[in-house]
């Protein structure tokens, strides 16, 4: 079982920027497939990055590729989510997911946990 929680989030200005983390406990991260998504209120789930097991591969959804980074620190048991050049519509719930795989290297995760989110607030 694994336990992960985020953290980071809050309110910000446009064009200011934020580093979301999500702490796992319960396991090491080292055996997961990393990724964020977002959700606004009244849409679905938006899928925003994931990162391999060892930090070796990226993957973004064009929505927010060259304004937010993906990395991880397994010393740690940390992923994280830079967030900069941040726009209204970026405001959101943000999760962290894992994926159970040392294999994956592109796309969305298909998630073995979720945290719990934290709120991104942006305005304008």
């Known amino acids: 079982q694994v336990q992960l929680v985020e953290s980071g989030g809050g309110l910000v200005q446009a064009g200011g920027s934020l580093r979301l983390s999500c702490a796992a406990s319960?396991?090491?991260?080292?055996?997961?497939?990393m990724g964020w998504f977002r959700q606004a209120p009244g849409k679905e789930r938006e899928f925003l990055a994931a990162?391999?097991?060892?930090?070796?591969?990226?993957y973004y959804a064009d929505s927010v590729k060259g304004r937010f980074t993906i990395s991880r620190d397994n010393a740690k048991n940390t992923v994280y989510l830079q967030m900069n050049s941040l726009k209204p519509e970026d405001t959101a719930v943000y999760y962290c997911?894992?994926?159970?795989?040392?294999?994956?290297?592109?796309?969305?995760?298909?998630?073995?946990?979720w945290g719990q989110g934290t709120q991104v607030t942006v305005s304008s």
């Open positions: 997911q894992a994926e159970r795989s040392r294999t994956r290297v592109a796309g969305p995760p298909r998630p073995d946990y």
């Open positions: 319960g396991r090491t991260l080292s055996t997961y497939y």
């Open positions: 990162i391999s097991w060892n930090g070796g591969s990226t």
